[in-house]
Nanobody, 114 residues
Framework: VQLQASGGGLVQAGGSLNLSCQAS??????MGWYRQAPGKQRVFVAR???????TITDAVKARFTISTDNSKNTVYLQMNSLKIEDTGVYYC???????????WGKGTLVTVSS
């Protein structure tokens, strides 16, 4: 089982990025994103269930959107109005529906410059 994240990069403050994470299987009950800033712990950003119920951390709720394309086993994180503090490695997370086992992708780096 693999989670393949992509879409990171260097962007100026105020810009946008769209992260994608494709799962190798279709049996995840939820998928989402965590961010790890340099020198800090990994923190929750957003998740969405197979039923389409989304949860986004308050700090980015007005700027980020999470969505899925179940036909592609893919979750997206649309990030708008990016701020310097959004910089970090974004890790895709998935929890399988039946076993509740967690999986992590390798991460994609987002760098927001001033």
């Amino acid at each position: 089982v693999q989670l393949q994240a992509s879409g990171g990069g260097l962007v100026q403050a105020g810009g946008s990025l769209n992260l994608s994470c494709q799962a190798s299987t279709s049996d995840f009950g939820l998928m989402g994103w965590y961010r790890q800033a340099p020198g800090k712990q990994r923190v929750f950003v957003a998740r969405i269930t197979v039923d389409g119920i989304a949860t986004i951390t308050d700090a980015v709720k007005a700027r980020f959107t999470i969505s899925t394309d179940n036909s592609k086993n893919t979750v997206y994180l649309q990030m708008n109005s990016l701020k310097i503090e959004d910089t970090g490695v974004y890790y895709c997370h998935g929890r399988r529906l039946l076993s509740a086992v967690d999986y992590w992708g390798k991460g994609t780096l987002v760098t927001v410059s001033s």
